[in-house]
């Protein structure tokens, strides 16, 4: 069963940066895009920014100049880079494996403060 640990997630203030990291116990991740969606409070679970296997990405507009996704060295992880915060940014942070079902990692926490 593969498995998706994100970490990474905390407190910024508005302007400062944070770094996610996604991390994967199986072949998926290395051949499939990946990526993060998040979700805020009271809100629906929105794309963020996601990544193919030859290193394509992708953008939702709000993060689009602020956030950098890559995958790491080992191919096993990828990271998202998280520049000049906003407090709309604040949300729980999922990781993905494009797949039928979609493999979701347990979330990690971002709060941006004003």
């Known amino acids: 069963q593969v498995r998706l640990v994100e970490s990474g997630g905390g407190l910024a203030q508005a302007g400062g940066s944070l770094r996610l990291s996604c991390q994967s116990s199986g072949s998926l991740f290395r051949t499939n895009p990946v990526g993060w969606y998040r979700q805020a409070p009271g809100k629906q679970r929105e794309f963020v920014a996601s990544v193919t296997a030859t290193n394509n990405t992708n953008y939702a507009d709000s993060v689009k100049g602020r956030f950098t996704i890559s995958r790491g060295n080992t191919k096993y992880t990828a990271n998202l880079q998280m520049n000049n915060l906003k407090p709309g940014d604040t949300a729980v942070y999922y990781c993905?494996?494009?797949?039928?079902?979609?493999?979701w990692g347990q979330g990690t926490l971002v709060t941006v403060s004003s």
């Open positions: 993905y494996i494009q797949w039928s079902p979609v493999v």
